[in-house]
């Protein structure tokens, strides 16, 4: 069914009229009324969700060196890339697949194998141990994977089907073999976000040994909820953004050196001095210090351009925030329990030595710190421990996410121990490295065991570069009373990350968020106090204010805020139960924003909420398509099924099958807290904006 067809059946009860509605692929909406959108099954390689159409070759599939012939550069590029060390050779990778074979048993790491090892999955080998003689167990991710992948689907683990017929080889001066080849190598999804979503979402669950379903990287989902998918009423961010894709900053031009007729080093594929990197350059810098300098250089460019810090006093402690300004998943994103990016702030005398006289996190290079603000997430196992090992299979609840949304800002404050009255100057530093360190000790392990058996394995005992992400520095004075104050004005780019992070306190310390919010308005333009303006109603909203978030929200002007003042309006309208309201601004919403499950979300549960079933099935659907797994979304399609099909026949039983395997279960809460009795950090971490206490150096 087309959006046009949706939107009619959706403004059924809307009290507005509707905004334009484009069109969506049909594949978005299912045509019939009542059939429920189910997650894909896995197929033949469960638990993995790859299939295969054909016969596989695996001969055929593990030749890069035919490739290299016609494009020497981006072979080797893609030979310095994290694709082509996804597999055994890995340390990190084999620490962790090695634990759930241990633990579980081969069949379940095969839920790794399809977007880990797709010629070791396809060929069996999975299904066995892996020896120093099994072969392919350091090929990775090889060229025809990606260049075979007919189709996708949005459900992640390796949610691609792999088209196995014969690649025609282009003859040298032959336009229709070269024609042939081109065309069997650039199937659809190819350079598409869908293609990199089909394995950079995942999910765990009892197939893995997990006592519930556990969502897990999800790159598309944050992406889709961005302005880089062209998500306008996402949190504001620069008007001139452009909508960019995965490959938009993963696989950048990169110049090499070209032969005789200008093309990138006698690459086929070279757009004259430059080639579509395949490098595939994110945070993975352990790899990329292995690699080698240009490896290296291009991850350390990616991190460097992704995120903005600042720091600011709000009287009493003080604040350091961090904004993901440059990258369009979480940051940092990927394996985020894996991850170890910090902030450590030091605090020196103003003047003269300029003496230390307070610190927090500056440990962290060399042990777990208890005065670092972590960007990461935590999840913790059975008993209420912190898994730090990525041994997925003990996953069983979220602890807490400190990882930041895209053109979101998260904080932590400061607590100074005590000191003199007088100047200072305040510095943070985030900074980044690839493992956190138990990580690293796990992969050492493995090493040390490959080589001893005498696998072929990267080195994951040596040192992991630290990159500096980003700093700031401010001039502090403490005043006899205690007082703390910064010397320096904020520009408005800092104006607007303070904002951002302070929308994430408890609502019972609000207030004081927007008392500091007004305080900072006159200093900026016109265009960025309406921004400030929008930050504030969503203030309200959160207040439960809702009369004067929805009129905040219509007094916006600026044509680009427009879709994120309506989202303002449509939660408000919410918060408070006020369906009919929020109703028609979620279907406005929806023609505008056709690919964003979140708005579909809340479509659905403002229509199941007014008994209009019909509408909450279809707008559930609809975002399914985008997040086949998403709790809320099948949820309301399964309600919208049972009140639908009261006899319970027909496609209510499976809808409510799909929903309830992905709730959370009642004893996360008791986990979180069984953290909080066994590790203090915990109860701290939990907190939206925690408190840190620095300490003298």
Not at 510 to 520: G, S
């Amino acid at each position: 069914m087309a959006l046009r067809a949706l939107i009619g059946l959706l403004s059924a009860c809307a009290l507005e009229p509707q905004a334009p509605a484009g069109e969506v692929p049909a594949e978005h909406v299912q045509a019939e009324p009542v059939q429920a959108r189910l997650p894909q099954e896995p197929g033949a390689f469960a638990p993995s969700q790859v299939r295969v159409d054909g016969t596989f070759d695996v001969e055929v599939f593990s030749d890069t060196a035919t490739c290299a012939e016609c494009h020497p550069a981006v072979e080797a590029q893609w030979r310095d890339s994290p694709h082509a060390r996804a597999s055994f050779d890995n340390p990190w990778y084999r620490s962790a697949v090695e634990s759930i074979r241990a633990e579980q048993g081969f069949a379940a790491s095969r839920h790794c194998g399809g977007c880990h090892d797709p010629l070791l999955l396809l060929t069996g080998a999975m299904m066995a141990p892996v020896t120093p003689s099994t072969p392919h167990a350091a090929d990775g991710v090889t060229c025809l994977i990606c260049h075979s992948i007919r189709s996708v689907t949005a459900d992640g683990n390796g949610s691609y089907t792999l088209d196995t017929s014969p690649v025609p080889y282009p003859i040298i001066g032959d336009p229709v073999s070269t024609a042939a080849h081109t065309a069997r190598l650039t199937p659809a999804p190819l350079g598409t976000p869908a293609l990199c979503g089909s394995c950079h979402r995942g999910f765990l669950g009892p197939h893995t040994g997990n006592g519930s379903f556990l969502s897990g990287i999800d790159e598309p989902g944050a992406w889709r909820a961005s302005a880089w998918a062209g998500n306008t009423a996402a949190l504001p961010s620069p008007a001139d953004l452009p909508v960019r894709g995965c490959q938009s900053c993963h696989m950048p031009p990169e110049a090499a050196a070209g032969d005789e007729a200008g093309d990138a080093a006698g690459d086929a594929a070279g757009e004259g001095a430059t080639v579509r990197s395949h490098r595939f350059p994110g945070g993975h810098s352990a790899l990329a210090e292995i690699a080698g300098p240009e490896q290296a250089g291009a991850v350390r460019r990616q991190q460097e351009q992704a995120a903005q810090i600042d720091l600011w006093t709000d009287g009493r402690e003080l604040w350091a925030g961090v904004l993901n300004r440059g990258a369009g998943h979480r940051l940092p994103g990927g394996v985020r329990d894996m991850k170890d990016l910090w902030v450590e702030v030091e605090i020196r005398e103003a003047g003269g030595a300029g003496r230390i006289v307070a610190v927090a996190g500056t440990d962290q290079e060399r042990q777990e710190s208890e005065t670092a603000f972590l960007l990461r997430t935590s999840l913790v196992d059975a008993e209420g421990r912190i898994e730090a090992e990525h041994r997925v299979q003990r996953f069983a609840a979220l602890a807490w996410d400190h990882t930041v949304a895209p053109h979101d800002a998260v904080a932590a404050r400061y607590t100074l121990p005590p000191l003199p009255p007088g100047s200072y100057r305040a510095t943070a530093r985030l900074r980044a490295r690839r493992h956190r360190l138990d990580a690293r000790a796990a992969a050492c392990r493995a090493t040390a065991a490959a080589r001893a058996a005498g696998h072929p394995t990267l080195d994951g005992c040596r040192e992991e570069p630290v990159t500096g992400m980003a700093s700031a520095s401010v001039g502090l004075r403490l005043e006899a009373g205690g007082r703390l104050e910064a010397e320096e004005r904020p520009t408005a780019d800092q104006v607007l990350l303070r904002s951002r992070a302070l929308l994430h306190l408890p609502t019972e310390e609000l207030e004081q968020a927007e008392a500091d919010i007004r305080a900072w308005r006159p200093l900026l333009s016109a265009t960025d106090a309406e921004v400030l303006d929008l930050l504030l109603a969503r203030v309200r909203v959160r207040q439960g204010r809702w009369q004067e978030a929805v009129a905040m929200a219509r007094e916006i002007a600026a044509p680009g805020l427009q879709a994120a003042a309506l989202r303002v309006e449509a939660e408000a309208q919410a918060g408070v139960w006020g369906w009919i309201g929020a109703l028609a601004a979620w279907q406005r919403l929806a023609a505008m924003q056709p690919g964003d499950p979140g708005t579909w979300r809340e479509l659905a549960r403002a229509a199941g909420s007014l008994d209009q079933q019909r509408v909450a099935l279809e707008a559930a659907r609809a975002g399914l398509a985008f997040a086949p797994r998403d709790a809320a979304l099948l949820r309301s399609q399964s309600l919208a099924l049972r009140a639908l099909q009261p006899d319970g026949t027909g496609a209510r039983a499976a809808a409510e099958a799909a929903w309830l395997a992905v709730i959370s279960p009642e004893t996360e809460d008791l986990l979180r807290l069984a953290c909080d009795r066994q590790q203090p950090a915990c109860a701290r971490d939990r907190q939206p904006v925690p408190r840190i206490r620095m300490v003298a150096p």
